[in-house]
């Protein structure tokens, strides 16, 4: 089954959910002690996240949204829920991921199309659990039978066979991160913190099932965002690969999700000088005629971060290029080569001046 055919299925199996169509399936009660658990649940479905874990239709409660812009990791599908306690809500922040309440739940699943009957291999979960002593990161790796999800604390290597958007396939070996590897992106400030649920991100339209809705208007009008205006007046990133929108903004909103979780002022890769969060006005320091602090292997011979109207030139199209450990950025979560995200980066850094 094609990528476009598994979304369709998925999308027609929400869509039945969410018209109260599936009523033979049973509601899933989402179970609070687990979430603040200082030991997770051995299994995924302890959580009662999902009504139907193997279809990933939520359960009551759970709420799935989808970043405009995603991050890359080997071309997987991926679907992303959130849970809030009840009678809780976020704080709303303009620039940063969401304050979520203890208690709260970010869930995202990573799967590849094959050719079983449901059209869809699932790989992990991962899940963001927001406890007393901040946030806990977990991935739960699927059984081959697609039946449950096991806890995996030491991270795994899966060797598989993926599809490519050009309608080849790719042997990989596609890696689920360990307990520490979690916070190489999820660390600002050294703390554990979510990424993807941030205004910017989450203002555009969504299918619910029901109809499509703006999933900022959606989060508050539920309740589950405080403190936030109306989508007209929150910032926004485009979807990547929207051809109308303009080629700085994607680029930039590529970069935002791909990149700026450690080439941040807080983050991981803050000693580098290069920030390339989606507000940074500051050219050079998101790259522009800027020199490396450190030259090095992974600068490919090359002298400048992006060089204007010269993508050949520029270590930072050079290392997005690669797919060698050590040289590839992002340096996790991927061991392939975007050629779409080569081919944006390479026709921004071209129209520069």
């Excluded at 983050?267 to 602090?293: C, H, M």
């Excluded at 050590?326 to 340096?331: F, S």
Aim: net charge negative; with cysteine.
């Amino acid at each position: 089954m094609g990528r476009r055919l598994i979304r369709r299925a998925f999308g027609a199996a929400v869509t039945a959910l969410a018209a109260g169509l599936l009523a033979t399936v049973p509601a899933a009660a989402v179970d609070e002690t687990a979430i603040l658990a200082k030991r997770p649940p051995e299994q995924l479905s302890a959580f009662g996240f999902f009504a139907d874990a193997a279809a990933q239709l939520p359960a009551e409660g759970v709420l799935p949204f989808a970043p405009a812009t995603p991050l890359f990791t080997d071309f997987a599908e991926k679907w992303r829920f959130v849970y809030m306690p009840e009678g809780k809500s976020a704080g709303y922040d303009e620039e940063e991921a969401f304050h979520f309440p203890v208690g709260a739940a970010l869930i995202k699943t990573f799967a590849y199309p094959d050719d079983s009957e449901d059209g869809l291999h699932l790989v992990e979960t991962r899940v963001l659990l927001h406890q007393d002593s901040g946030w806990q990161a977990w991935a739960y790796v699927w059984n081959e039978d697609q039946s449950e999800a096991e806890l995996n604390i030491a991270g795994a290597k899966i060797g598989m066979e993926i599809p490519l958007p050009d309608g080849g396939v790719k042997a990989i070996t596609y890696a689920v991160p360990n307990k520490n590897q979690c916070k190489g992106c999820h660390a600002i400030n050294g703390a554990v913190t979510p990424i993807g649920p941030k205004a910017r991100n989450l203002n555009h339209a969504f299918d619910y099932g029901e109809g499509t809705e703006n999933q900022l208007a959606r989060w508050i009008g539920t309740g589950l965002l405080t403190g936030a205006p109306q989508p007209a007046d929150a910032p926004s990133v485009p979807d990547w690969l929207d051809e109308t929108a303009p080629l700085d903004a994607r680029a930039r909103a590529w970069l935002d999700i791909n990149c700026a979780h450690c080439h941040r002022r807080e983050g991981p890769a803050s000693n580098s000088g290069l920030f390339l969060t989606w507000s940074e006005k500051d050219q050079t320091a998101y790259g522009i005629n800027k020199r490396p602090v450190a030259a090095g292997r992974g600068s490919g011979g090359l002298h400048i971060d992006i060089a204007p109207g010269k993508p050949e030139e520029s270590i930072l199209l050079y290392r997005v290029v690669s797919d060698e450990p050590g040289v590839m950025m992002p340096e996790l979560g991927r061991s392939l080569t975007d050629p779409r995200a080569v081919e944006l980066l390479r026709d921004w850094i071209s129209s520069l001046n």
